[in-house]
């Protein structure tokens, strides 16, 4: 198993190689482009390789662009189960999602597209469950992570302990430490959420912005935050 870090302007992105195949966590918006480009020009592999896209919570440096990418990948998305889908695809591009709508719509119906042109790939998005594997990549584990935002999620690879931790977890380069988020929806529940993840005894977090982190107890300061 690979872990491919892409430091994005808005957050960083993932790309996780695995059995032959390719799962995206978390994409900007507008960090598409930056992330086909990584797969392709850096990784040497096809967008048709890619399985699953994820994200971790659904803020736009994390989920904006997950659909673009989607659709250049034709791969599933899936999303934490509390996040609201259709409400972050609306304000991303109501004018868009309004189009694939009615695309869908004359499809049901047996109706050809006016323009003559192919109803283009629109990808769905598939809710997780907390404590059950990603689809298709049974050794990553969903684990819901409340604090930051109450849909926050974490995917653990349990074979190597490795932790993708998006925002509920940082990484600082500069200090050398992992750090809670600035901004947090409920104090309380962040704190659950970190004593839950270092019962997991992680010995790699790959958070959503800063830099990773390997070694042992690397929650322990955490839980005394």
């Known amino acids: 198993m690979e872990i491919h870090l892409i430091k994005g302007r808005r957050a960083n992105s993932y790309v996780i190689a695995e059995h032959k195949r390719l799962m995206v966590v978390d994409v900007a918006f507008l960090s598409d482009t930056e992330v086909a480009r990584y797969l392709t020009a850096q990784m040497g592999r096809s967008l048709e390789e890619v399985d699953a896209i994820l994200c971790t919570h659904g803020h736009g440096d994390h989920l904006g662009g997950v659909m673009a ?3 250049k990948c034709e791969a599933q998305i899936y999303v934490p189960p509390l996040t609201r889908t259709w409400r972050y695809q609306f304000r991303q591009s ?3 999602l309004l189009r694939r709508w009615r695309q869908k719509q004359k499809s049901r119906h047996g109706e050809a597209d006016q ?3 192919e109803i283009a790939f629109c990808p769905s998005f598939e809710p997780l469950i907390h404590g059950a594997t990603v689809p298709g990549f049974d050794n990553w584990l969903v684990i819901h992570t409340p604090g ?23 990484g600082s380069g500069r200090t050398n430490r992992l750090l809670l988020p600035v901004i947090y929806r409920d104090r309380g529940q962040l704190q659950r959420s970190i004593q839950a993840l270092n019962r997991l005894n992680p010995a790699a977090i790959y958070p959503g912005h800063g830099s990773s982190f390997k070694g042992k107890d690397l929650l322990v300061n955490l839980l005394q935050s």
């Open 69 to 71: 990418l989607a659709e």
């Open 148 to 170: 930051h935002t109450l849909d926050s999620c974490c995917y653990f690879h349990q074979p190597s302990s490795s932790l993708i931790s998006g925002d509920t977890i940082l």
């Open 115 to 117: 323009a003559g042109s």
């Open 94 to 96: 109501p004018s868009k």
